[in-house]
């Protein structure tokens, strides 16, 4: 019986097109990740589900996709949470492995895994999918791609200067102009704690700092003494309200600011360095901005926090982020191993190369020449010159089938196909092939050497 | 607590190495692909289970990866199944989607589901992970790559005679030659079950007949005797136990055995056309075969039947195979679609590279140069350097740390980094770089623009 055929929802089928344009992005992150010395791994679509389980939070782990054991998976599962449609519990008994969620929990785990094989520091990139079982909404599925270069095994800052380098070169390599990376630091943040006196209200601060453009200076203040910060603790950081100015003078203010709590002056420090190299070396496309509201993953990052986003006339928001995590592997028993990473969120930056019109023409360009199929002895002639301008790397097609000459030409047109090559008895008796530029109509008759200067044309 | 990180049975990390000669495969196939018109689509990595389950028999089913519901999956599920722990009935009711088994069938989905902006005939090509819960052993993995082309919407034959090509012009960019591309026809083996009168003998005949080598002639017609074909029908055949010679030789033998088969006789005239234009047009480093013992998947194909193996040399079996399949989106309700179509079989490729020590030694180059990092003057100074050499597109790297000399050379040798950059205060003095030569030690101050030519020989 025929089955109305569709796919599930969050997931998405890629034509030609797309994929030829997210090849593009995917090739140029993957250029600029080589030149700088990061090297690809692989790791296995799904994991055992321990490897996952309790790396995400709680909503975390409710968003992993399990994997059904095969065969009789319900022989050893427990009779009373069958009985009693205990779900939450059951998953443990009958699925065993789990689909990966992001890119740094497997590559944590391979590091611990082959750390006798591995030269550190470890340099690494990886582009694969993950997947989620959230909810699908627009911009967001089930199965998307991430693509993540992270150093493990050093704490040098200079990494976070290359990191900031390496988004403006992937940048400027797409001809994306504008974009801002923001980069903040966790020993600011926990500074800032230490001077308001309140380390637990931290996140209620930068949630309520961030609105400061929407809800204006007395909006903020009014939601941090309703999420019970004192009206003291605000006047402490009130340089923050009016934080404006060149990164050289936010680095000032909050030199000022943070005088007194120790982490958080080793945090403008780091911060100034990062800064400071970066305005020494410049960078061509993007725009470097201290964002002290910026929080991304608290809890994980420990030094620097990077995020990205888009120019702002596309309204698109965030296209990647990273920071630094100086306890990567901890998790799988190898202690003491920093790691710092940044990720390039490949849907985003699509949207962004759309919608500011920067693929180039030629990402999609497909078949060059389609020759038109008069029977089997002309096509067999068509077919060694097919045979050779392949082997020279061009991309031509036969015709499969002898049809009417019209459809054949319209096939040509439907795919885009720049010419037309026909070839007839006087052709064949010439040694020649008719060439026709389907744009301009224009035909004229060529060797096959002249053929292949018009395909190069 | 720490977890000893392990993953899945029958699933794989790649290491740099291996991803770098993986990716030397994968694009040399997919260049060809796109020299011959195919274009590359992606689908999910899981499809709704009514896509998958039935299309690969019971066994398949058995295979097919199951992914359980989110969220409270019993709530719906039938008290007596659970009762009872139906795990097969139960499936139906907690999974609703399922890992892709194969390329075929999700391809067939695309093309139905979006058969209003396809333009046929279509080439599309697919390289994807799929995945499959088999016994994991030797060479056989629960998760792999396939690596699929085919052209739908045509019966032409050319198609055939190209994909031929296709294989060997593969196999020619990688080196690789005596590979074996073996080809029958579904309707010569038709032909034979017409001639011996046993249509549902027709596999039992073949497998018998696929021992001649291992177990002789007496041996073959014993077990067929066995499996009740009779001895007149056996008679019949006779010239298939003494099937050798060219390929003309065998379709004259196979042309007056089956000349009673209106069907045998047309899958002689197509296998006539294609080998004889193969003939005609050469191959360069691929061996073409006639071997009517090829019956892989019998009940798919319905014409031309592909099996690559590769050279005898490597004993590794089979490196691809295909074949045509005259309604291969029938099961979505898409009638009258013939569709043909190869697959390169990546992990057994590799292997054989592997063995046959194919693999060019630049495929696993990554970087070029290690600039030396003797403190935070000199690190800046080798950076303004980096930096534009990246920009350039060569992978060089600065030592993250200022650490013990020692120990910086010793990480360029364990990365097989050919060139280490020192940079003290004489260098930076007369802007030049000193450019040592890892493998020969020799060394020599060089300035930007002739490291840049150090980098290059």
Not at 52 to 58: F, P, T, V
Not at 125 to 138: E, F, G, L, N
Not at 246 to 269: F, P, Q, R, Y
Request: proline content about 3%; overall charge negative.
């Amino acid at each position: 019986m025929a089955q109305k055929p569709g796919i599930p929802k969050g997931t998405r089928d890629f034509s030609p097109e797309v994929v030829a344009k997210r090849q593009y992005i995917i090739s140029t992150i993957k250029h600029h990740f080589e030149t700088f010395g990061f090297q690809p791994i692989e790791t296995p679509s799904f994991e055992n589900s321990d490897t996952l389980m309790g790396k995400y939070g709680e909503e975390g782990d409710r968003l992993i996709f399990k994997i059904l054991n095969s065969g009789d998976y319900l022989a050893k599962a427990n009779e009373a949470l069958l009985a009693n449609k205990d779900s939450l519990k059951l998953t443990s008994q009958i699925t065993e492995k789990a689909l990966r969620y992001d890119l740094t929990v497997p590559f944590a785990r391979y590091v611990v895994q082959h750390q006798n094989d591995i030269e550190f520091p470890f340099r690494r990139y990886q582009i694969q999918p993950v997947w989620r079982a959230d909810r699908p909404q627009k911009g967001r599925f089930r199965e998307f791609y991430q693509c993540d270069a992270d150093v493990v095994g050093s704490k040098s800052l200079w990494q976070e200067v290359e990191l900031v380098q390496l988004y403006d070169n992937v940048f400027s390599s797409l001809g994306l102009s504008g974009a801002t990376i923001k980069i903040n630091n966790r020993k600011v943040l926990s500074g800032i704690a230490d001077v308001i006196g309140a380390k637990d209200k931290l996140i209620d601060f930068t949630v309520a700092l961030d609105k400061l453009d929407k809800i204006g200076e007395d909006g903020v203040k009014k939601e941090m003494l309703e999420k019970g910060i004192t009206a003291e603790a605000i006047a402490k950081v009130q340089p923050l309200f009016n934080f404006t100015g060149s990164i050289s003078e936010k680095l000032e203010k909050l030199s000022d600011l943070l005088a007194t709590s120790e982490e958080g002056m080793k945090g403008v420090e780091e911060l100034r360095f990062i800064c400071d190299t970066i305005t020494e070396m410049g960078l061509d496309k993007s725009i470097l901005d201290l964002d002290v509201t910026l929080a991304r993953g608290l809890n994980y990052y420990t030094g620097a926090i990077f995020e990205v986003t888009a120019p702002k006339e596309v309204a698109l928001g965030s296209i990647g982020g990273g920071g630094r995590y100086d306890d990567l592997t901890g998790i799988f028993g190898l202690k003491n191993m920093s790691g710092v990473g940044i990720s390039f969120g490949l849907d985003r930056i699509y949207l962004v190369l759309e919608a500011l019109n920067l693929f180039p023409e030629t990402v999609t360009e497909a078949t060059k020449a389609l020759f038109i199929n008069f029977g089997t002895t002309e096509a067999l002639y068509s077919m060694k010159a097919i045979t050779k301008l392949r082997t020279m790397g061009y991309k031509v097609e036969l015709y499969p089938d002898a049809a009417k000459i019209g459809k054949q030409f319209q096939h040509a047109d439907k795919r885009g196909i720049p010419y037309a090559v026909l070839t007839g008895e006087a052709e064949m008796e010439s040694n020649q092939f008719t060439v026709k530029n389907l744009t301009t109509g224009a035909q004229k008759s060529v060797s096959l050497d002249e053929l292949i200067q018009q395909l190069d044309s």
